[in-house]
């Protein structure tokens, strides 16, 4: 009987060890995945037939649903056997881990990341309203709907167009949140790839590939950005990402090329040689996995400060034109209502802050955990 | 000392050249003939053929290439496109706003470097008491505040609410460097006004960057406050007070130094959305003004004396470095 526990609830068998974080976590995640599949019935009966945002948002349902039971499960099994907490996974990076698990701050940073991720991903399901529903504007519309405060219907108020302001901050997720990933996850391949070369080879490569990383990091972020999307005029998402991961490699290069010079003189790369192993191989297969722990600092502070230029520059009018919504553009087009109707303007800034700040907290957590010699703090 | 200044001005001017070049063929790039800007759709080929001509247009890129290299070193960077500043130079057009830039990033730099510094010694001092979390929490937010919505909302309170009902004690403009009728008041009258205008601003890009520093120093000086010296200098019974003020300020904030250099081109890019929000007649206003103008030539030249004074700005804060710190001065001779 006790074996099978972990399919009754998920987060039961965590619970009863009295692991309450991890329990209450995924009994969490599972108990808000069912309320939303439940009460959102109708919604999810027609994601079968919708759009991609529909269908994604219905697996990302069902993955939750099932993933939240199974992994209870196998964690519960996995105890009992007695392999211990993590059943995988090589000794350094555990050792990592269980320094950023010591931090508090790290983890609730991670939550309100994966949860800010999962409601962009579930935002179908969730937003009361349509992004663009015009209520006052439609055939027989309540004109009173425009620019109400905060209440149990809008719960963020409406704008002067009487859309929910709420339902527009959860689908302008999608862009802000979007674009800081890809951005990151293109500058970090490029820059760490560019970093490694020129820190492993050296020589002449190494110094043109320095030299360009001096000169793009001579230019404010902003303004280099600013003068790519001036380039591209009617600006579409791809240019966004490609501009903001033009502007980031640099720092990615820069980090990498240092770690691997450093890896370069150590003994496990002169065992590496000694064997014969091709170049190649030493620099994909011994250098590189040991630079990466650094790499994901820099990733995730650069994630933040990739939302950030977003939204500064959807402000400025120069983000991604087209119909689509962002929090750096719902900030703009609340400027005008600050007198009386503050809300319109506070809460998309608000929801910057907040993914600005848990991606701060998650890299100040992962510098901390890989180099506890150099105690809390932020860099530049 | 005089080496390290020559070797280090030495390594900028490639690096000058590479910001030009880049600025360059980016806008060389861009699509669409600046010529049509000029005149109406419609105009004759032939006047359109001319105006082509005068601008330089029609040589190949790479004459127009070394033709504005030449312009970088002179300050001559063409003419303005744009309606607005017609066929103004571009140098006048900029050297028109950049006061007001150097003016508001001056004093935001100044006073957050102060700031964060304080707050930061202040923080270190008081390692895990209450006010030292609080502290941190507030230096965490600014740090990830974005600066346009923190201006946004300074704005709010301090200029539209305060306007509008007279009861809040205080009022700053929130647009403009000026008051309308500026110009009839006295010197005095005419500094306090710019004063009001700036404090907007200012106080934004400062409590922006400060976060950061502040974060920064407060690290650096827990890391001085565990040297051997700062024992030393308890164990001989010196007060608290003499201990860190003398002993561990002097090293804490030897790193700051080169903050300095990390910060430009944050404040930089912070100038050109504070300088949008609050409608600051600067450069930054300058380049998005113009971007959306499609005038190229004033894009171009902005841009490049955004980077050249990023490189300016680094090399100052290199020499500063070999200044405060004598090991970095001795270790390069």
Redesign the interface.
């Known amino acids: 009987m006790g074996r099978w526990i972990g399919l009754v609830l998920p987060g039961l068998p965590q619970l009863l060890r009295r692991e309450a974080f991890k329990g209450t976590s995924v009994l969490l995640l599972w108990l808000g995945l069912l309320v939303v599949g439940l009460t959102r019935f109708d919604r999810v009966t027609a994601a079968f037939d919708g759009g991609l945002h529909d269908r994604v948002a219905l697996l990302t349902l069902f993955i939750g649903l099932i993933g939240a039971w199974w992994w209870s499960f196998r964690d519960d099994r996995s105890h009992r056997i007695g392999r211990g907490e993590v059943p995988y996974g090589s000794g350094a990076g555990q050792g990592v881990w269980e320094a950023f698990r010591r931090n508090r701050m790290a983890v609730l940073g991670l939550g309100i990341i994966l949860t800010l991720y999962l409601v962009m991903l579930l935002t179908p399901f969730l937003a009361p309203f349509e992004p663009e529903l015009r209520e006052a504007y439609q055939p027989g519309g309540d004109a009173s709907r425009i620019l109400n405060p905060p209440s149990v219907r809008n719960i963020m108020g409406t704008d002067q167009y009487s859309q929910d302001v709420f339902s527009r901050i959860l689908y302008g997720a999608r862009i802000s949140l979007s674009i800081g990933l890809l951005a990151v996850g293109i500058s970090v391949t490029l820059g760490g790839l560019l970093g490694a070369i020129a820190g492993y080879l050296g020589g002449r490569i190494d110094w043109v590939i320095m030299r360009a990383v001096d000169v793009v990091m001579a230019f404010p972020k902003l303004v280099l950005i600013i003068v790519i999307v001036a380039v591209f005029f009617p600006a579409s998402l791809f240019v966004i990402v490609v501009a903001l991961a033009f502007t980031q490699w640099p720092f990615m290069a820069r980090m990498v090329r240092g770690e691997i010079l450093s890896l370069k003189e150590r003994e496990f790369t002169e065992a590496a040689r000694a064997l014969g192993f091709s170049r190649r191989r030493i620099l994909f297969r011994h250098l590189l996995p040991n630079a990466v722990g650094p790499l994901t600092v820099v990733a995730a502070l650069g994630i933040g400060n990739a939302i950030v230029l977003e939204a500064g520059l959807s402000f400025l009018g120069l983000g991604v034109q087209g119909g689509h919504t962002s929090w750096g553009k719902m900030v703009f087009e609340g400027r005008d209502f600050l007198l009386d109707e503050w809300w319109i303007a506070t809460f998309p800034g608000l929801a910057i802050v907040l993914a600005v700040l848990a991606f701060n907290l998650v890299g100040d957590g992962l510098r901390d955990a890989l180099d506890p010699r150099q105690g809390g703090g932020a860099g530049p | 000392m005089r080496s390290l200044v020559f070797r280090r001005t030495l390594t900028a001017i490639?690096?000058l050249l590479?910001?030009a070049?880049?600025?360059f063929f980016?806008?060389s790039?861009?699509?669409g003939d600046p010529a049509t800007l000029f005149y109406p759709i419609g105009a004759s080929p032939e006047v359109l053929d001319q105006l082509r001509r005068s601008l330089g247009l029609d040589d190949p890129l790479l004459v127009r290439y070394f033709k504005w290299l030449l312009g970088c070193l002179t300050g001559d960077f063409g003419v303005s496109l744009s309606p607005r500043y017609y066929q103004l130079p571009v140098r006048d057009v900029i050297l028109g706003v950049l006061p007001n830039t150097l003016l508001l990033a001056g004093c935001s730099l100044f006073l957050a470097f102060v700031v964060g510094s304080l707050v930061g010694v202040f923080q270190a001092t008081r390692q895990g008491s209450l006010i030292d979390s609080v502290l941190s929490g507030c230096t965490?937010?600014f740090?990830?505040?974005?600066?346009?919505?923190l201006a946004?909302?300074l704005?709010?309170f301090f200029s539209?609410?305060a306007e509008?009902f007279w009861g809040w004690p205080v009022f700053f403009p929130a647009s403009g460097v000026a008051s309308p009728g500026a110009d009839s008041l006295s010197t005095w009258g005419q500094v306090l006004d710019r004063a009001h205008h700036l404090f907007l601003p200012c106080l934004t890009l400062t409590l922006v960057m400060a976060g950061?520093i502040a974060?920064?120093v407060?690290?650096?000086m827990?890391?001085v406050v565990r040297q051997d010296y700062i024992r030393t200098a308890r164990a001989k019974g010196l007060p608290e007070s003499r201990v860190i003020l003398k002993h561990g300020l002097r090293n804490g904030l030897i790193p700051v130094v080169t903050?300095f250099g990390?910060?430009f081109?944050?404040?930089?890019?912070g100038t050109?959305?504070i300088e949008?929000?609050f409608t600051w007649p600067g450069m930054g206003r300058l380049?998005?003004d113009s971007?959306?103008a499609?005038d190229?030539p004033v894009?171009l030249g902005?841009?490049f004396l955004?980077?050249a004074a990023?490189?300016v700005g680094?090399l100052l804060a290199d020499l500063l470095y070999g200044v405060v710190d004598p090991r970095i001065r001795d270790a390069h001779g």
């Open positions: 490639p690096l590479g910001v070049t880049l600025v980016a806008l790039l861009a699509p965490l937010f740090y990830s505040v974005p600066s346009f919505w946004v909302m704005g709010m539209v609410k509008a950061g974060r920064y407060r690290t650096s827990l890391e903050l990390a910060y081109p944050i404040l930089l890019s050109v959305l949008y929000v380049m998005v971007v959306l499609r190229y894009v902005g841009t955004f980077g990023v490189v680094n």
